[in-house]
């Protein structure tokens, strides 16, 4: 179980302000909580419930022992409502549920909480209902969204709630730990990158996907810029055969995209920040032809792309288009 | 926990609280019943936190002894398997034992189960309620009460207040009232013998909760308790709790809605009415809300008209005892005028008019407990 004092570690300034709402008695009525993954959203959302509820709070820490503490850490507590995607997106019926639950007394006091995680996955129904419990806030109810990305929120919703930025973590103490377990230097940046979480890195350096895969992305990356005519043809024989899955792809994209950022850096001479950088001379080669906004424009499509795929696109007319944009 | 329990008075108990539980539920611990042992008997729990039932198995009524061997303590039980298990035990007595670790020990004869149970503490905790601010009603008059005014809840969501019935004591007299703001039903009660003065007006009780209350109690003579806190109420028998969640807001002021005077009073059999009513309809149904027509003739007759131009119409006649006031033409949703004569529940009944753009009420024709409200249908 955490306790601020954890927390102030991971999240100083998102810790202080809510402490201080505690002690100065304006907890508002709802938050939104951004900040990428691994940042502690959910810790702190489950910390602050129990702030909320437990009877023996000291200041804005709970006691952890009593009953309520125990049984928000459960899952248990009766008027702590936290609603999660339920498959790829929050459904209607969840913020129904949710509604109902609002208009009836608490069971156990009349305070009342609720946490919607990932609430970018709202489809836009369940996102307009929700917007009118935003609006009429009964007295004791605190809502908190939690988002990796604030901007796919409705902005209605997030005019409506106080914004707590949670800060990235600093990715080079990953990086450091991840060389120290003996992760050779180019993979320890890649990882660090994709995950904020030590033992989740270790886990995807040791995969053989995950090489393969670090060689298919420099594969088409090599194919685009020497041989774009054949672009489709090794997306249907070798990309798609290895990203399966659509998390896979995710990640697939993900290491796609790191290249063009790398790109970019190139051009602007920020050695330091570049990924790949076992790929330099290939960067080099490529930089002659690639300008910087078709980096940009490379960028914005892959972030298109892995849209598409979170909305259930299929896969492969996904990388196929994909394909037809990059290699222009 | 340990006791020894008569099987037959388990499996009504489970039966009881069974049908508070609901598979479908946010919170995993309320698939889960629960079970606790005291020296006074053993009680059982469930709920789906709109409501919870318990029910209580003293260890001796009237000499006959139901729980023996009490060990206190208390566990939650898969409620998806603990009933089916007690129906099927083949003896008449039931041990159950749980040991440190929650695993819960059932045997019957020369059957054993072994359940892992979850902790109690886990179970959310149902208010305890203070008998001071409580009143008493014979079961039936409550059932009455309720079945005179639940049906006029809201089925929308839109004002979900609306989806209640408001309760409340004042001066000595009880009243529920519903409105789906199309219609409103009410039912007074006064009070008697009660030695607490209490009086609440901001109580609303969620109707699904009253059906539901409806369907669980059995109709006799006996009293029920009812206590009202902050966030839920309770209708206690005698072994037997129902808790229900209320509805978070304020109930609109309907007082003002219901006409002091009228214009056009008909004095009429009720079900001569309703049947004609119901006849007329048949045709009507096809019309998408579903409108007959009223009209008030000389020498003491009405005519109830219904009209669907695709299909036909259909007029009747029917005889009033008798008809004071204005002449009028006036037409209503059938549904709702027979559900209104069906609650009023008497031989004869006062329909009294306003004008036909204005609410009109239905009353029994020798007391004003009961009173029923419908808003008319605007037809050209």
Same mark, same amino acid.
């Given at each position: 179980?955490?306790?601020?004092?954890?927390?102030?570690?991971?999240?100083?300034?998102?810790?202080?302000?809510?402490?201080?709402?505690?002690?100065?008695?304006?907890?508002?009525?709802?938050?939104?909580?951004?900040?990428?993954?691994?940042?502690?959203?959910?810790?702190?959302?489950?910390?602050?419930?129990?702030?909320?509820?437990?009877?023996?709070?000291?200041?804005?820490?709970?006691?952890?022992?009593?009953?309520?503490?125990?049984?928000?850490?459960?899952?248990?507590?009766?008027?702590?409502?936290?609603?999660?995607?339920?498959?790829?997106?929050?459904?209607?019926?969840?913020?129904?549920?949710?509604?109902?639950?609002?208009?009836?007394?608490?069971?156990?006091?009349?305070?009342?909480?609720?946490?919607?995680?990932?609430?970018?996955?709202?489809?836009?129904?369940?996102?307009?209902?929700?917007?009118?419990?935003?609006?009429?806030?009964?007295?004791?109810?605190?809502?908190?969204?939690?988002?990796?990305?604030?901007?796919?929120?409705?902005?209605?919703?997030?005019?409506?709630?106080?914004?707590?930025?949670?800060?990235?973590?600093?990715?080079?103490?990953?990086?450091?730990?991840?060389?120290?377990?003996?992760?050779?230097?180019?993979?320890?940046?890649?990882?660090?990158?994709?995950?904020?979480?030590?033992?989740?890195?270790?886990?995807?350096?040791?995969?053989?996907?995950?090489?393969?895969?670090?060689?298919?992305?420099?594969?088409?990356?090599?194919?685009?810029?020497?041989?774009?005519?054949?672009? !489709?043809? @090794?997306?249907?024989?070798?990309?798609?055969? #290895?990203?399966? *899955? /659509? %998390?896979?792809?995710?990640?697939?994209?993900?290491? !796609?995209? @790191?290249?063009?950022?790398?790109?970019?850096? #190139?051009?602007? *001479? /920020? %050695?330091?920040?570049?990924?790949?950088?076992?790929?330099?001379?290939?960067?080099?080669?490529?930089?002659?032809?690639?300008?910087?906004?078709?980096?940009?424009?490379?960028?914005?499509?892959?972030?298109?792309?892995?849209?598409?795929?979170?909305?259930?696109?299929?896969?492969?007319?996904?990388?196929?288009?994909?394909?037809l944009h990059l290699k222009r | 926990m340990k006791f020894i329990i008569q099987r037959e008075q388990l499996m009504?108990?489970?039966?009881?609280?069974?049908?508070?539980?609901?598979?479908?539920?946010?919170?995993?611990?309320?698939?889960?019943?629960?079970?606790?042992?005291?020296?006074?008997?053993?009680?059982?729990?469930?709920?789906?936190?709109?409501?919870?039932?318990?029910?209580?198995?003293?260890?001796?009524?009237?000499?006959?002894?139901?729980?023996?061997?009490?060990?206190?303590?208390?566990?939650?039980?898969?409620?998806?398997?603990?009933?089916?298990?007690?129906?099927?035990?083949?003896?008449?007595?039931?041990?159950?034992?749980?040991?440190?670790?929650?695993?819960?020990?059932?045997?019957?004869?020369?059957?054993?189960?072994?359940?892992?149970?979850?902790?109690?503490?886990?179970?959310?905790?149902?208010?305890?309620?203070?008998?001071?601010?409580?009143?008493?009603?014979?079961?039936?008059?409550?059932?009455?009460?309720?079945?005179?005014?639940?049906?006029?809840?809201?089925?929308?969501?839109?004002?979900?207040?609306?989806?209640?019935?408001?309760?409340?004591?004042?001066?000595?007299?009880?009243?529920?009232?519903?409105?789906?703001?199309?219609?409103?039903?009410?039912?007074?009660?006064?009070?008697?013998?009660?030695?607490?003065?209490?009086?609440?007006?901001?109580?609303?009780?969620?109707?699904?909760?009253?059906?539901?209350?409806?369907?669980?109690?059995?109709?006799?003579?006996?009293?029920?308790?009812?206590?009202?806190?902050?966030?839920?109420?309770?209708?206690?028998?005698?072994?037997?709790?129902?808790?229900?969640?209320?509805?978070?807001?304020?109930?609109?002021?309907?007082?003002?809605?219901?006409?002091?005077?009228?214009?056009?009073?008909?004095?009429?059999?009720?079900?001569?009415?309703?049947?004609?009513?119901?006849?007329?309809?048949?045709?009507?149904?096809?019309?998408?809300?579903?409108?007959?027509?009223?009209?008030?003739?000389?020498?003491?007759?009405?005519?109830?008209?219904?009209?669907?131009?695709?299909?036909?119409?259909?007029?009747?006649?029917?005889?009033?005892?008798?008809?004071?006031?204005?002449?009028?033409?006036?037409?209503?949703?059938?549904?709702?005028?027979?559900?209104?004569?069906?609650?009023?529940?008497?031989?004869?009944?006062?329909?009294?008019?306003?004008?036909?753009?204005?609410?009109?009420?239905?009353?029994?024709?020798?007391?004003?407990?009961?009173?029923?409200?419908?808003?008319?249908?605007?037809?050209?």
């Amino acid at each position: 179980m955490h306790t601020w004092e954890d927390m102030k570690q991971v999240q100083p300034l998102v810790s202080k302000m809510l402490i201080n709402s505690f002690n100065k008695n304006r907890i508002s009525h709802a938050y939104l909580f951004q900040g990428s993954q691994g940042t502690g959203k959910r810790e702190i959302s489950l910390l602050f419930a129990k702030a909320i509820f437990c009877p023996n709070r000291d200041g804005a820490e709970p006691c952890h022992q009593c009953n309520a503490c125990k049984r928000i850490h459960s899952g248990n507590h009766p008027d702590l409502h936290w609603i999660k995607p339920d498959g790829q997106s929050i459904k209607k019926d969840q913020i129904l549920h949710l509604q109902k639950e609002f208009t009836y007394t608490g069971l156990e006091s009349n305070q009342k909480v609720y946490i919607v995680e990932s609430a970018d996955k709202m489809t836009v129904n369940a996102a307009n209902r929700l917007l009118k419990f935003l609006e009429e806030p009964s007295k004791q109810t605190t809502a908190m969204l939690l988002t990796e990305n604030s901007h796919a929120i409705l902005d209605t919703i997030r005019s409506r709630c106080q914004l707590m930025a949670f800060q990235p973590l600093n990715s080079q103490g990953i990086e450091e730990r991840l060389t120290g377990e003996g992760v050779s230097e180019s993979n320890a940046k890649l990882l660090s990158q994709m995950t904020n979480n030590l033992s989740e890195a270790l886990e995807i350096q040791a995969d053989d996907w995950f090489a393969n895969a670090r060689k298919l992305v420099i594969q088409l990356i090599e194919v685009l810029n020497n041989k774009p005519n054949e672009a !489709l043809l @090794f997306i249907n024989h070798q990309w798609m055969p #290895h990203f399966k *899955e /659509r %998390e896979q792809l995710q990640r697939g994209l993900d290491l !796609l995209m @790191f290249w063009y950022k790398d790109m970019i850096n #190139h051009e602007l *001479e /920020r %050695e330091e920040a570049i990924i790949y950088q076992q790929e330099r001379d290939r960067m080099e080669q490529m930089s002659m032809t690639l300008t910087r906004q078709n980096a940009v424009s490379g960028l914005s499509s892959i972030l298109e792309a892995k849209r598409k795929i979170n909305q259930n696109v299929h896969p492969t007319l996904v990388m196929e288009q994909l394909t037809l944009h990059l290699k222009r | 926990m340990k006791f020894i329990i008569q099987r037959e008075q388990l499996m009504e108990s489970v039966q009881n609280v069974m049908k508070a539980i609901s598979s479908r539920t946010t919170i995993p611990i309320l698939t889960g019943m629960k079970l606790e042992a005291g020296e006074q008997g053993v009680k059982l729990t469930g709920s789906d936190s709109d409501i919870s039932i318990e029910s209580f198995i003293p260890a001796e009524e009237d000499g006959i002894v139901y729980v023996e061997q009490i060990e206190p303590g208390s566990i939650v039980l898969q409620a998806k398997y603990f009933p089916d298990i007690v129906r099927k035990l083949p003896q008449n007595t039931v041990e159950i034992e749980t040991d440190d670790h929650r695993n819960v020990t059932i045997r019957s004869g020369s059957a054993e189960f072994h359940l892992n149970g979850q902790d109690a503490e886990e179970y959310p905790q149902l208010p305890q309620l203070h008998a001071e601010d409580s009143f008493e009603l014979p079961i039936d008059l409550l059932k009455n009460l309720i079945r005179q005014t639940v049906f006029a809840v809201s089925t929308s969501e839109t004002r979900p207040i609306l989806t209640g019935v408001n309760v409340k004591i004042e001066d000595g007299i009880l009243q529920f009232t519903a409105t789906d703001s199309h219609r409103l039903a009410s039912r007074k009660l006064p009070l008697e013998n009660q030695e607490t003065e209490i009086s609440f007006n901001h109580v609303v009780i969620p109707g699904k909760s009253l059906t539901e209350l409806n369907k669980i109690l059995a109709d006799s003579e006996q009293t029920i308790e009812i206590s009202v806190t902050d966030n839920q109420i309770l209708f206690r028998t005698k072994n037997l709790y129902f808790l229900s969640r209320l509805l978070d807001g304020n109930y609109p002021e309907t007082s003002r809605l219901i006409p002091d005077e009228s214009k056009t009073v008909v004095t009429i059999d009720a079900k001569e009415l309703l049947q004609s009513i119901d006849r007329a309809s048949l045709l009507a149904r096809e019309n998408r809300n579903n409108v007959v027509r009223l009209i008030t003739k000389g020498g003491e007759q009405i005519e109830i008209n219904g009209n669907s131009p695709e299909v036909g119409n259909v007029v009747e006649e029917v005889a009033a005892e008798s008809i004071e006031g204005e002449e009028l033409k006036i037409s209503f949703s059938a549904k709702y005028m027979m559900d209104a004569l069906k609650a009023v529940g008497s031989d004869q009944v006062k329909v009294e008019f306003t004008g036909a753009m204005r609410p009109f009420l239905i009353r029994a024709i020798d007391n004003d407990q009961v009173l029923q409200l419908i808003l008319p249908v605007r037809t050209y």
